[in-house]
Structures are given as structure tokens and as C-alpha cells.
């Protein structure tokens, strides 16, 4: 039993790294491609969601639009008996607000300008995820920006200034 189950799987890591592949050649093959990977935290996987939701990013006139369709928006709530003012979103392309999200997370160490984004969050009293939700929000306009002029990302942080370990 356990000898056809570890042939199995061992056949399911071969499909898996036959698939990755093959959407790595499609991805490069997309010209839009270097613009979506040159920021900090969008790799294949990342870049290859984005192009299957949204495309080249026409289909949103601005930003907040584009946001809102990922679900990364704030939202009020309208019951009429709370007094809290907004709340997180639970809409939107799930597929792109997780892919966004795991982005903002994995940039957090690679990019000292999403880091200071971040940092800058934690500090004014938001939780993590909340953080990281704001990050993902002010990242996904920046990625609106990027698609729409067609230039690649570029750090907001001077690179003459040393950074705080």
C-alpha cells in the first residue's frame, strides 16, 4: 500500500512541476510580465493570478475601482444600531485579495518602503492583518499605476539614506 501511494505522489510532483513550467513560459511570454514581477513580492504565482483576474488592468478606470473589485476596500456598515464606522471588507476576488495579501506579507522583509508602510501601521495601533491589509491596499494602486503607465515599480525610499536595522 504504502509503495502505490508514494508512487503516486511522486507522480503528482512531477505533474505539479510540469504545470509550473508551463505557466512560467506563458508568464514570460506576456509583455506585461516584467512590469508585474519588477515589484518587490510579486513572483510567478503572484503575476500569473493577476493576469488571469484582471488582465492588463484596462477594465478599471482608477484605482479605487480596482481595489474595491479585490475586495481590499473598507466598507461601512449600515445596520443602523453600531456606531463603528467601517470594518474589513468580506467581498471581492477572493483569488486576487489572497494573492495580494501573501504579497504585501512576503514583501514586508524585501522592500524597506513596504516595511516602513507597515511599521508606520503597527505604530498608529492596527493589528497585524489590519496592517497588512493597508499594505496590500496601497500596494494593489501602486500595481494599478504600474499596469496603467506600463513603467516598472521603483522604491519610494532614497538610496542614499541607511535604514535602521
Given at each position: 500500500?504504502?509503495?502505490?501511494?508514494?508512487?503516486?505522489?511522486?507522480?503528482?510532483?512531477?505533474?505539479?512541476?510540469a504545470m509550473e513550467a508551463q505557466i512560467n513560459t506563458l508568464l514570460e511570454a506576456h509583455p506585461l510580465s516584467p512590469?508585474?514581477?519588477?515589484?518587490?513580492?510579486?513572483?510567478?504565482?503572484?503575476a500569473a493570478v493577476l493576469l488571469v483576474t484582471v488582465g492588463d488592468g484596462t477594465s478599471f478606470p482608477t484605482a479605487v475601482q480596482f481595489v474595491s473589485y479585490a475586495g481590499l476596500a473598507?466598507?461601512?456598515?449600515?445596520?443602523?444600531?453600531?456606531?463603528?464606522?467601517?470594518?474589513?471588507?468580506?467581498?471581492?476576488?477572493?483569488q486576487l485579495k489572497r494573492a495580494m495579501f501573501l504579497s504585501a506579507f512576503a514583501c514586508m522583509n524585501a522592500d524597506p518602503a513596504s516595511r516602513a508602510y507597515y511599521d508606520?501601521?503597527?505604530?498608529?495601533?492596527?493589528?497585524?492583518?489590519?496592517?497588512?491589509?493597508?499594505?496590500?491596499?496601497?500596494?494593489?494602486?501602486?500595481?494599478?499605476?504600474?499596469?496603467?503607465?506600463?513603467?516598472?515599480?521603483?522604491?519610494?525610499?532614497?538610496?542614499?539614506?541607511?535604514?535602521a536595522a
Open positions: 500500500m504504502i509503495p502505490s501511494l508514494a508512487a503516486s505522489l511522486t507522480a503528482v510532483h512531477t505533474q505539479r512541476r512590469v508585474l514581477t519588477s515589484m518587490p513580492g510579486v513572483g510567478v504565482r503572484t473598507p466598507t461601512t456598515k449600515s445596520s443602523g444600531t453600531s456606531i463603528h464606522g467601517e470594518h474589513a471588507p468580506r467581498g471581492g476576488n477572493r508606520k501601521q503597527r505604530t498608529r495601533g492596527k493589528t497585524h492583518t489590519q496592517a497588512l491589509l493597508r499594505l496590500a491596499r496601497q500596494r494593489i494602486s501602486v500595481l494599478f499605476a504600474m499596469l496603467r503607465d506600463g513603467t516598472f515599480y521603483e522604491s519610494r525610499t532614497p538610496a542614499n539614506v541607511e535604514l
